[in-house]
């Protein structure tokens, strides 16, 4: 074989690789798509919709605008469907809960990481070693314990209590172990001559860290908000417990809601995974390169 | 030191959020929590001492996050281990002084005497109550003014509250409720099981909607701790180590209680058979499934990353921005959609493979099919991950060692499995071991995607498809019979699995890190 024509078999082997792959992670994908927009609550399967299986109904369902449901086609009977609580609102939830407590993890992880980075003090690789290992007790069982510790706090200060999501949000913030190592991670490839001078000139350790470390670091700190945002909305076990209300679900506990039930709602869930799913992909990958920046030179998504 | 240092902005901040925080500490010490307002306490001490201290500087930053950890990390860890210890099942879930007051409860009615009842609500919003012998009118009692609570259960830890006698004749003062008004007004619950006790100590208690009768404890409480039951003369004993009451032949009599149990809960996953047996298949699941987990993301992973480092491929963007889908939508969306696409009868995975093969697994009731798509399930969602990770170390490889290699008449299959693996592989080495130990407890996954089934026969509350995490929830909550003491002993064993390895990955890379 020439050198020429074994190059384009190459070619031609990489780019069937790649777009097999990629085929195997769109088409489920677009059959979701497709699923929101088919009459009947079908798990995503087709690629394909004729033109009398189109509806809008799914959406309008998610979205909370009452629609009219064709019971039977036969005698053109209906029934007006109108949702108490509208999916759209878990994925608000969601928003909420995830962006307030991925921003606190980025304050309480931050300030920990800086002092792990930057100063000496007694137990400090004991207490880094530590805050790793205990984050692997497996999560299920303590589920208990989050629910008499916010049960207790929710008798004496009510909006911190279970079904709020204070209290989630409390909870969220205990994860801060990896990031910490993240940040530390990240803080360690830069050198501190910047924030030694500046404290040479008067400036106090605090207005160092504050004025000079963070604006340099500002690449971490989305790659860590971006990340934790992303796990805490996938976040399943602890918001099952917590919130049990159906107005004040997260997107997860919703959507697995939707087809926990004897009727599995998969029109409506493909609608609300669309309505939620697409946006956070976005977001996601306009950050890409700070993430795989972030990941590649601080540690570990888990 | 003059006096306006000593009244500084700060140092009044400082007094104001002392006694704020003080008074909280009392808050919790008078609703009953001892041990919590202790915990607040130290915590608040502790607080000040290292934002006012100099010497503490360091731990000022690492206050908050390692409270917040301590709070929902470390206590919940701490009690799941105590747990652990602990006889704390379906059959034992009352503490042994709820399961006393039980016993204490336990009466029967004796004599022939008969009482009606009135209330009479006081200004205060207390209430008397005033019985009245049915044959003998004469008898009358009062008691002194008691709360009651309108819908809520009285207990028997409550009182013996004392009626007094008074003359037929006397008036009493208050707005008088009769039976009916009782009943009614919903405060009828709150007298129901409170006992009342004539003089001479003789107890009362309801018997229906409009009478009180004398009534008798079953059970006397002896010095030693044992009940002697007044009316056959049998003697229970309380079992601490097994949690309940025995009689003198060894009989079960009434709840059991949760007690500590030493060991009892670790011996019991390896001599126990009804446990044992699924314990150890589900263990050898747990590990098959974490390093097939870790070796097929990884291999998806670097295959895909070392195409995508080839520098005269085109649309590379693209196809990488294709490629780390699955990392950027949220995990349980891909996860439920993936598990439509399996469904055994619509599914399209089963669609195409009919179409395509001519045979179409059984992916939700046999154990193998079941397996291997929780396999493909996850590494799908899992290999952008390492696909990013691998594209890092790759790029950090100089490209010379290739071009020699290729003077050599190396080819790109040589160059994987001689130069690439071999250069990235160590490096990646405490990776593969965090994501196979994030694998080992990877809850959500398997209760999302299968909740453990099928059945696995004999098995109990076993599934086929379960993990350690996932058998140990069923076991704690989802049974009848749930276990929560057995549960915890074996989520603490998997924490010893798991966390070793941990501990030792990162010993291993800290030194790495160390050497440069």
């Known amino acids: 074989m020439l050198p020429r024509q074994r190059l384009l078999l190459k070619k031609v082997i990489a780019h069937s690789v790649l777009i097999a792959s990629c085929a195997l992670i769109l088409i489920p994908f677009a059959m979701v798509v497709l699923a929101s927009f088919r009459k009947g609550n079908f798990p995503p399967s087709t690629l394909w919709l004729n033109p009398d299986q189109w509806t809008l109904d799914h959406w309008k369902y998610v979205l909370g605008i009452p629609y009219r449901e064709l019971l039977n086609a036969a005698t053109g009977e209906t029934k007006l469907v109108n949702p108490?609580?509208?999916?759209?609102?878990?994925?608000?939830?969601?928003?909420?809960?995830?962006?307030?407590?991925?921003?606190?993890?980025i304050l309480l992880s931050g300030t920990a990481a800086y002092a792990f980075a930057r100063m000496k003090f007694r137990f400090r690789s004991q207490i880094l070693t530590g805050l790793l290992v205990l984050q692997m007790?497996?999560?299920?069982?303590?589920?208990?314990?989050?629910?008499?510790?916010?049960?207790?706090?929710?008798?004496?200060?009510?909006?911190?209590?279970?079904?709020?999501?204070?209290?989630?949000?409390?909870?969220?913030?205990?994860?801060?172990?990896?990031?910490?190592?993240?940040?530390?991670?990240?803080?360690?490839?830069?050198?501190?001559?910047?924030?030694?001078?500046?404290?040479?000139?008067?400036?106090?350790?605090?207005?160092?860290?504050?004025?000079?470390?963070?604006?340099?670091?500002?690449?971490?700190?989305?790659?860590?908000?971006?990340?934790?945002?992303?796990?805490?909305?996938?976040?399943?076990?602890?918001?099952?417990?917590?919130?049990?209300?159906?107005?004040?679900?997260?997107?997860?506990?919703?959507?697995?809601?939707?087809?926990?039930?004897?009727?599995?709602?998969?029109?409506?869930?493909?609608?609300?995974?669309?309505?939620?799913?697409?946006?956070?992909?976005?977001?996601?990958?306009?950050?890409?390169?700070?993430?795989?920046?972030?990941?590649?030179?601080?540690?570990?998504?888990? | 030191m003059n006096l306006p240092s000593i009244l500084s902005l700060r140092n009044i901040l400082v007094a104001a959020a002392a006694l704020a925080a003080l008074y909280l500490c009392l808050v919790a010490y008078r609703s009953g929590g001892g041990l919590v307002a202790l915990a607040l306490l130290v915590v608040t001490c502790l607080g000040f001492f290292i934002y006012l201290n100099p010497r503490a500087e360091s731990y000022r930053y690492l206050f908050p996050g390692l409270l917040a950890f301590a709070l929902f990390v470390i206590f919940p860890i701490v009690l799941v281990v105590y747990i652990s210890l602990t006889q704390y099942s379906s059959n034992h879930l009352l503490s042994l002084s709820d399961v006393l007051l039980r016993f204490k409860a336990e009466v029967t009615f004796s004599g022939s005497d008969s009482f009606n009842f009135w209330l009479y609500r006081q200004a205060d919003g207390k209430f008397i109550l005033a019985l009245k012998n049915?044959?003998?009118?004469?008898?009358?009692?009062?008691?002194?003014?008691?709360?009651?609570?309108?819908?809520?259960?009285?207990?028997?830890?409550?009182?013996?509250?004392?009626?007094?006698?008074?003359?037929?004749?006397?008036?009493?003062?208050?707005?008088?409720?009769?039976?009916?008004?009782?009943?009614?007004?919903?405060?009828?619950?709150?007298?129901?099981?409170?006992?009342?006790?004539?003089?001479?100590?003789?107890?009362?208690?309801?018997?229906?909607?409009?009478?009180?009768?004398?009534?008798?404890?079953?059970?006397?409480?002896?010095?030693?701790?044992?009940?002697?039951n007044q009316i056959d003369g049998s003697v229970i004993r309380p079992d601490f180590r097994a949690g309940r009451f025995l009689d003198q032949n060894g009989e079960q009599i009434?709840?059991?209680?949760?007690?500590?149990?030493?060991?009892?809960?670790?011996?019991?996953?390896?001599?126990?058979?009804?446990?044992?047996?699924?314990?150890?298949?589900?263990?050898?699941?747990?590990?098959g499934f974490s390093i097939c987990s870790v070796l097929g993301t990884f291999a998806a992973g670097i295959s895909l990353a070392v195409i995508l480092e080839w520098r005269e491929l085109k649309f590379k963007k693209l196809y990488r921005t294709l490629l780390i889908l699955p990392y950027a939508v949220p995990g349980i969306l891909s996860l439920l959609i993936l598990r439509g696409l399996f469904n055994q009868e619509f599914g399209a995975v089963n669609d195409v493979l009919k179409a395509v093969l001519g045979f179409a697994p059984a992916w939700e009731t046999d154990p193998w099919a079941a397996r291997a798509m929780i396999l493909l399930v996850n590494v799908w969602l899992g290999y952008p991950y390492m696909m990013l990770i691998c594209t890092g170390m790759l790029q950090s490889i100089p490209s010379t060692i290739y071009e020699s290699a290729a003077i050599e008449g190396s080819n790109p299959v040589l160059n994987f499995f001689y130069l690439t693996l071999p250069l990235v592989l160590p490096p990646l080495f405490p990776v593969l071991v965090a994501s196979f130990a994030f694998s080992f407890n990877n809850f959500a996954l398997i209760y999302l995607l299968t909740a453990g089934a099928p059945r696995m026969l004999g098995g109990g509350i076993a599934g086929e498809t379960d993990i350690l995490v996932t058998y140990t929830y069923n076991l704690a909550f989802r049974d009848a019979g749930a276990n929560y003491g057995l549960a915890s002993a074996i989520a603490t064993l998997l924490f010893f699995i798991v966390g070793t390895l941990s501990w030792i990955n990162l010993r291993f890379t800290l030194k790495r890190y160390a050497r440069g």
């Open chain 1, 84 to 105: 108490t609580v509208a999916p759209m609102r878990w994925f608000l939830n969601s928003l909420v809960v995830s962006s307030i407590a991925s921003f606190g993890i």
């Open chain 1, 137 to 302: 007790f497996p999560q299920i069982l303590t589920l208990t314990a989050y629910y008499r510790i916010l049960n207790y706090i929710g008798e004496h200060i009510p909006w911190l209590g279970l079904n709020t999501y204070a209290g989630l949000i409390l909870i969220y913030l205990s994860g801060i172990s990896i990031n910490i190592w993240m940040i530390k991670g990240y803080f360690d490839t830069i050198s501190p001559s910047m924030e030694d001078s500046a404290r040479i000139d008067g400036a106090s350790r605090f207005q160092a860290f504050i004025r000079i470390l963070l604006p340099m670091s500002a690449p971490i700190f989305a790659v860590v908000f971006i990340l934790s945002f992303i796990s805490m909305i996938s976040e399943y076990p602890t918001a099952s417990v917590v919130l049990q209300e159906s107005a004040n679900r997260t997107l997860a506990v919703g959507a697995y809601s939707l087809l926990d039930e004897h009727e599995k709602l998969w029109g409506h869930f493909s609608a609300l995974a669309v309505l939620s799913g697409v946006p956070i992909t976005i977001m996601f990958l306009l950050c890409q390169r700070f993430i795989i920046g972030g990941l590649t030179s601080g540690g570990a998504k888990e």
């Open chain 2, 134 to 228: 049915e044959k003998k009118p004469a008898d009358r009692f009062v008691s002194e003014p008691i709360d009651l609570v309108p819908g809520q259960d009285g207990t028997f830890s409550e009182g013996p509250y004392r009626l007094s006698k008074v003359s037929p004749s006397q008036q009493i003062s208050g707005e008088v409720l009769d039976a009916a008004r009782v009943a009614r007004e919903r405060l009828y619950q709150p007298l129901r099981n409170v006992p009342f006790q004539l003089p001479g100590d003789i107890l009362v208690g309801k018997t229906d909607l409009e009478h009180f009768v004398p009534q008798k404890r079953v059970w006397k409480t002896n010095p030693d701790g044992s009940l002697t």
């Open chain 2, 254 to 287: 009434g709840p059991g209680f949760r007690s500590f149990a030493g060991l009892d809960n670790y011996v019991e996953i390896i001599t126990n058979p009804r446990i044992q047996a699924p314990f150890f298949r589900i263990f050898l699941w747990t590990l």
